[in-house]
């Protein structure tokens, strides 16, 4: 039997716990005293009221993507009420953070900057909006960028998935398209 003491945390570790356990309650705080607003309601009534092809072809008179209305739509449809909305932005937001305090090759200071500014602290977690989505993403792609080579399908994956949050991110998927042919060219060539 061996005999293995447990790791001291070092300062750097803790410090990100704090900083994520003082975002996550901020946050949690918020989106629980969030009143759901028009927009927010009027996705959540499309998610609800329609099925996967009814989203679809609803969303030609929305300025978004299926994405969002698709991910609202388990949960209308599993029966939540509509005051899960924040708490699903809230969600993905707290994934965010941890992946973008444990991954991110920023120091600690600017890591606390980006995520107790506002849109970090109320645009993206408290209000229930598509654009949570986004840096999840932007976070997931930027860790896959590295090995994009080594896992197409899944670097494919996500550039579709960031294609499906939102039209201003167009540019940057674009951008991130070519990138990915011009990759896949030069592995066809190699």
């Given amino acids: 039997m061996t005999d293995t003491a447990a790791k001291p945390l ?3 570790r803790i410090v990100l716990i704090c ?6 309650v901020l946050t949690f705080i918020g989106a629980f005293n969030h009143e759901i607003w028009y927009d927010e309601a009027q996705a959540w009534c499309i998610a609800r009221d329609n099925d996967i092809p009814g989203i679809i072809e609803q969303i030609q008179f929305e300025g978004h993507p299926p994405l969002w209305f698709i991910l609202l739509h388990i949960f209308a449809a599993s029966g939540c009420p509509v005051q899960v909305l924040p708490f ?3 969600v993905i937001t707290s994934v ?3 992946l973008f305090l444990w991954k991110a090759p920023f120091s600690t200071a600017f890591k606390g900057v980006v995520l107790f500014s506002g849109g970090s602290m109320f645009y993206l977690s408290v209000q229930s909006r598509v654009y949570c989505l986004i840096p999840l993403f932007l976070v997931l ?3 896959l960028y590295p090995k994009r080579k080594e896992r197409p399908l899944l670097w494919g994956l996500l550039v579709a998935l960031m294609a499906n949050t939102h039209v201003m991110m167009s540019g940057f998927i674009g951008i991130m398209g070519i990138f990915m ?4 060219f030069r592995l066809w060539k190699s």
Avoid: G
């Fill in 19 to 24: 900083l994520f356990a003082v975002y996550a």
């Fill in 181 to 184: 042919v011009i990759d896949l």
């Fill in 10 to 12: 070092s300062r750097s």
């Fill in 88 to 90: 699903i932005s809230w």
């Fill in 141 to 143: 792609m930027a860790i």
């Fill in 96 to 98: 965010t953070a941890a």
